[in-house]
């Protein structure tokens, strides 16, 4: 049986744009949509899942649907959920976040610690409708990205859209490089960047032969080549591994800034 995809909800706007999203997500995948309210002692508990399930009916009324309250913090019950789930969905806030806020404290716990993919619902109501017909995936040289391209290339086989697989590189000062040939002195585990994205997408369009992919070499920092992509995309995908220094948690600078500043929804694929 396929997993379902998991919605958190918490009654805020930026939840039930969530909500939103998953219930139009299942409905592409043919999966079932699982809502979860976590309430620690919340009178208004009924009241929130209610509402959000009665939305997700409305939105998507084909959907198998579920619901569940539980009694403890959402962080925790989410990663729990996400251990046999297709996804998990997330609003970037939540009730009680500091207004300066980016990105909600759960939020940003989910998606560093579980073992699922996790999609924070950014950008505004007007971005969302505005359907571009493109997911952007952001491709690494170390391997971490096999997972999310899997990912990206499904979501896009679903949606019918093209692919943008992005892979940012720079070369030291002074070099005299092109994508195809860098000229400075290459280690054993490095490759020239235009290999990096054959190498990562060869074999993949045998299962995925709907998904039209769009090759991008950028010579410039990772954050900022992702978040330009970003601003012409439905969904921007990105790998995530283990953190060396600090065990169970799995976003880098990078992540955290697209996170935090992405126009459109974001995917976090941990590495399996």
């Given amino acids: 049986m396929t997993n ?4 958190g909800v918490d009654g ?24 979860l309210h976590a309430a620690c002692g919340d009178r208004e508990a009924s009241e929130v899942i209610g509402a959000a399930a009665a939305r997700a009916t409305k939105r998507a009324p084909a959907v198998p649907l579920s619901s569940e ?13 996400g251990r046999a789930a297709f996804a998990l969905v997330l609003g970037p806030r939540g009730l009680g976040e500091l207004p300066g806020l980016l990105l909600g404290s759960v939020s940003l716990a989910v998606a560093a610690r579980a073992g699922c993919p996790v999609v924070v619902v950014r950008g505004g109501q007007e971005h969302r409708d505005a359907r571009s017909g493109t997911v952007v995936v952001g491709v690494e040289d170390d391997g971490s990205s096999a997972t999310a391209l899997r990912f990206a290339l499904g979501e896009a086989q679903a949606r019918r859209c093209r692919l943008v697989a992005v892979h940012a590189w720079s070369a030291p000062l002074g070099a005299c490089t092109t994508a195809q040939a860098p000229s400075w002195p290459l280690e054993a585990h490095l ?6 994205l054959d190498d990562s997408l060869r074999g993949l369009g045998e299962r995925y032969r709907e998904a ?20 012409e995309a439905d969904l ?5 591994r283990p953190r060396v220094t600090c065990p169970g948690l799995q976003l880098g600078l990078v992540n955290h800034a697209l996170l935090h500043h992405a126009p459109c929804p974001v995917a976090v694929v941990p590495r399996r």
Avoid: N, Y
């Fill in 4 to 7: 379902p995809l998991v919605v």
């Fill in 191 to 196: 490759r020239p960047p235009s290999q990096v």
């Fill in 212 to 231: 039209r992919v769009e090759r991008r070499l950028v010579e410039e920092p990772a954050r900022r080549a992702l978040l330009e992509a970003a601003a």
């Fill in 69 to 81: 309250v539980v009694r403890t913090d959402a962080a925790s019950a989410l990663v729990e959920r």
């Fill in 236 to 240: 921007l995908v990105v790998g995530a």
């Fill in 12 to 35: 805020s706007g930026s939840s039930l744009a969530a909500v939103d999203w998953a219930a139009d997500e299942a409905l592409r995948h043919g999966l079932a949509l699982h809502v």
